[in-house]
């Protein structure tokens, strides 16, 4: 029909509150340039035997230098990365972080990462990691989940329950109906993403692709209906 522009209508403004900003011990907020090095050390731990397999045990330290100088040039991605800290009786922690993905997302220019000093071995284990795994939404009625990490001395707290309350919510704000993961079939944090609600819609095997890359051959993408 000559002239029918369609366009996606955010969802509605009524969303409830904000997850992790209800005044409880576990605070969620946009990342910010002083959190660069920990998110990124904290990506790396979370995911280290992926980055092990892609670019050398010995080379891991590096590329995590080189995430977090990244992150830190990279002021207009820090609004699809959410930070928790956890208030206890010994003060407030570092204790976690959710990466976000949107149809959005395509428009903006590519992370700058710091590339200087790794070599051609470690760039090319990071250019193959990155096709295997980096995913742009290609519908926008769709919320990605690119990663989720809490430091393991905080886990058992309901952290990672709370960084997904608020993904989800984010993703109702960008007027998403659904948002999904990928998830490694041994992972146990699949037991947290059943009970958060969401479904394994696809299983794949990455013979040719995550197995070469990042040494992860099978896993599940998940997928939670918001509206």
């Avoid at 146990?188 to 051959?217: F, I, S």
Wanted: net charge positive; with cysteine.
């Amino acid at each position: 029909m000559a002239g029918l522009v369609i366009s996606y209508q955010p969802a509605s403004n009524n969303l409830g509150p904000v997850p992790g900003e209800d005044g409880g011990p576990i605070r969620i907020r946009p990342m910010t340039e002083q959190d660069s090095e920990n998110v990124a050390n904290l990506q790396i731990e979370a995911f280290r035997e992926k980055f092990e397999w892609a670019v050398g045990k010995s080379n891991v330290n590096k590329v995590s230098r080189a995430w977090g100088n990244g992150l830190r040039r990279s002021p207009l991605w820090w609004p699809r990365y959410f930070v928790a800290e956890l208030n206890d009786e010994f003060g407030c922690h570092f204790a976690g972080a959710i990466v976000l993905g949107f149809y959005a997302d395509r428009s903006l220019p590519e992370p700058n990462f710091d590339t200087n000093g790794l070599g051609c071995k470690i760039l090319c284990g990071m250019a193959c990691m990155e096709m295997a795994l980096g995913e742009k939404p290609s519908d926008p009625s769709k919320g990605y989940v690119e990663a989720i990490c809490v430091e393991s001395k905080f886990r058992g707290k309901g952290i990672g329950k709370v960084l997904l309350d608020r993904a989800e919510y984010e993703a109702k704000a960008m007027g998403c109906r659904s948002i999904y993961l990928k998830v490694k079939r041994t992972n146990r944090a699949k037991n947290l993403y059943e009970r958060q609600g969401y479904r394994v819609t696809k299983d794949h095997d990455g013979c040719c692709c995550t197995y070469c890359a990042v040494g992860v051959r099978h896993f599940y993408e998940m997928e939670k209906q918001l509206i």
